[in-house]
C-alpha cells in the first residue's frame, strides 16, 4: 500500500500515523531490522500504543505470579468481554494468545524493543490516552501541546475494571489497556481524555464524547506544519 501510495501521489515520503498495535506494526515497517522502508516513511506518529507492552496482558497470560486468583480473573474476564472472547479461546486460540504475547511488558521490553529499533532519517512522535476520570497532572507533563486536565473521561463499561487494575492502586494514568507512560515514544506530542477505545470511535454512545476524528485531523495539521 505504501508502494502505491507512493507511485499514485508522486510523493517521496508517507507520514504512518497507528492506533495501539498499529503503532508497532508501523515501528516494524520504519524500522531497519523490520521491513526496512524508513527510507519511504517520513514520520511514525503513534496513538495509545503499547510501547512497553500492557500490564493487562502480563496479568491475563499468568506472568505476574503476586497477582490474587480473583484480581487475575476479573482482568481476563473483562478483557474476554472486550473481545469477545471465551476461556476456551484463551487457551486454544493460538492467534488469540499471540497477541497478548505481543501485548505483554515481558515481549516488549525483551525482545520487541530490542530488535526493531527505530531508523534515525524518521520522525518518531506520540500520543496517549487518559480515562478514568484522571486529569494527568505529572503523567502527561512535557507533552509538545496542552494536556487540558479539565477536560476528563470516563472510561465505557468494559474497559473500568482494566483502568483501574492498570492503576495499581497509585493513580498510575491510563486508558483502560496502555499507560501514558508505555505510549510515550520518540516526541510526546499530547495525552487525550478519551479511553482506548474513544480514540478510534468504537463501541457504545459514551464514544461520542470524544471526538476522534478531531483528534486525528489535528494530528494531520501538526505533522504538516513541521514540514513532514
Known amino acids: 500500500q505504501i508502494d502505491q501510495i507512493l507511485a499514485r501521489t508522486g510523493k517521496a515520503k508517507v507520514n504512518l500515523v497507528g492506533h495501539s498495535q498499529g503503532g508497532l506494526d508501523a515501528r516494524v515497517l520504519a524500522s531497519p531490522n523490520g521491513v526496512g522502508y524508513g527510507d519511504r516513511i517520513a514520520s511514525v506518529t503513534t496513538v495509545a500504543t503499547p510501547h512497553r ?56 521490553n525483551e525482545v ?67 499507560t501514558v507512560e508505555s505510549a510515550k515514544w520518540g516526541t510526546f506530542e499530547q495525552c487525550v481524555p478519551a479511553d482506548h477505545l474513544k480514540e478510534v470511535g468504537h463501541l457504545g454512545p459514551s464514544a461520542a464524547s470524544f471526538d476522534h476524528v478531531a483528534m486525528f485531523r489535528d494530528i494531520v495539521a501538526r505533522l504538516r506544519k513541521a514540514g513532514l
Open 53 to 108: 507492552g500492557s500490564k493487562v496482558a502480563d496479568a491475563v497470560l499468568g506472568l505476574l505470579k503476586y497477582l490474587p486468583a480473583g484480581q487475575v480473573d476479573a482482568v481476563t474476564d473483562a478483557l474476554l468481554s472486550l473481545v469477545q472472547k471465551t476461556a476456551y479461546e484463551l487457551q486454544t486460540d493460538p492467534a488469540l494468545r499471540e497477541q497478548l504475547v505481543l501485548l505483554s511488558e515481558k515481549h516488549m
Open 112 to 178: 520487541f524493543n530490542p530488535k526493531y529499533v527505530d531508523d534515525p532519517n524518521v520522525v518518531y512522535k506520540s500520543y496517549a490516552g487518559r480515562t478514568n476520570l484522571r486529569s494527568g497532572i505529572f503523567a502527561c507533563d512535557g507533552s509538545v501541546y496542552p494536556n487540558e486536565p479539565t477536560k476528563l473521561d470516563v472510561a465505557q463499561a468494559a474497559l473500568v475494571p482494566l483502568a483501574i487494575f492498570l492503576e495499581e492502586g497509585q493513580l498510575e494514568v491510563n486508558d483502560g489497556l496502555v
